[in-house]
Structure formats: C-alpha cells, structure tokens
C-alpha cells in the first residue's frame, strides 16, 4: 500500500529544509534560480485526519512542497503537518474568513511562481491519478510545452459506509462516477488545473 506510514516518507526524504522560495529567489552565483518541479496548494477547513493521505500520495508521485492555507480549522490540523513544516515539504498559512478558496489559489500562484515550475490547484479531498505516466513528474515532462494542464475530476461515493473506515481513503471508497468532464463540454467547471505559475493571469 502507498506509504503506509508517513514516517517512511519523511525518512527517506530525511532533512531536507528547502521551503517554498520567495519572489526574489537566487542561485549561488547571483542569478535567478531555476524553479523546482511541482508545488501543490488547498485550502482545508478541518480535514486534519485526511491530511497525512494526501500529502504523503503527492510527495510519492512528484510533488515537492504543498502549501496549505488553513481556513479556521477547529481540529489538530497544525500538530498534523509540523513533522512535514519541519522537513521543509509544507508551507502551512492562516486564511481566515468565508469564501476564500480563489483568493488562496490567488496567492499560492504568487507564492509559488519564482519558486516551483508546476502549481496543481487542487482540494484535500482529491487525489491526483496519472494514468498514461508513472508519476505526476513524468506526465508533466511529457506535457513540457504547455502553461496549463487541466484534470477531470471523478467523484467517489461512500461506496456503501455510513461511518468514516480506519484504512486509507483510497483503499477505501472505490465507487465512482462513469463520466468524466472533457475540455469544450459545459462540465469546464468539473475540472481542477496544474498550471505553470509564471503564465497565469486570472484565477476564477
């Protein structure tokens, strides 16, 4: 099963304290850095028990660093992502306030546009599945020329529970949808987005 135990994620990454770079990052001679690869970026609001899931399936398939923007979570969300703030793979920020998700893509863009080639834009519910590539990594080299990859979003149902399972989630519910939104159709809006920061003009 995928990293079964954070632990051994964090162990294998070991001491790593690179952090998300500002605006104004540089290389050791002076010049601009090169952007890492893949940032990841939501907004949660007391979803403190799915958190290590998520983060942990992201770090295994690419993603470097995930900043989370905590929208008045009442739950042990902070004492959840410290081992991960500690090894430089989070970014944890208070986002107060109703009706702050564009907001928060809005500044993760910023955040992250001199620091990370790729920002996926996505919620702590979701998982990103690469079909065609062995990782998110991979699919994204394959997609190299483009400034914006847009993915299909699947619901998954309660897959007949009435109680949250004690497994991981996606060991779990494997009930889905059979359709899936396609670029052109009216269901545009079921879709998430990994964009290149650098390129973006509007968040909506």
């Given amino acids: 099963m995928l990293f079964r135990s954070w632990r051994r994620l964090l162990r294998r990454i070991g001491s790593r304290r690179d952090g998300v770079s500002g605006g104004g990052a540089r290389g050791g001679d002076g010049s601009p850095a090169t952007p890492r690869g893949l940032a990841i970026a939501a907004i949660v609001r007391d979803e403190a028990p799915y958190m290590e899931e998520w983060l942990a399936w992201h770090l295994a398939l690419g993603a470097e660093h995930a900043i989370v923007y905590d929208n008045d979570s009442r739950d042990d969300l902070r004492a959840v992502l410290r081992p991960y703030q500690s090894h430089g793979l989070v970014t944890l920020i208070d986002w107060p306030g109703p009706a702050r998700q564009l907001d ?15 920002l996926a834009l996505i919620d702590a519910d979701e998982l990103i599945v690469p079909h065609r590539d062995p990782d998110i990594a991979a699919m994204l080299e394959r997609l190299d020329d483009a400034d914006q990859v847009l993915l299909p979003m699947r619901d998954f149902g309660y897959s007949g529970r009435r109680e949250p399972a004690d497994d991981l989630s996606f060991a779990t519910y494997l009930s889905a949808s059979e359709s899936l939104p396609r670029y052109g159709d009216q269901a545009l809006h079921r879709m998430k987005a990994i964009v290149r920061p650098g390129a973006v003009t509007t968040v909506r």
Avoid: L, P
């Avoid at 893509?105 to 080639?117: K, R, T």
């Fill in 104 to 118: 928060a893509w809005a500044h993760a863009v910023e955040v992250a546009g001199a620091g990370f080639a790729w």
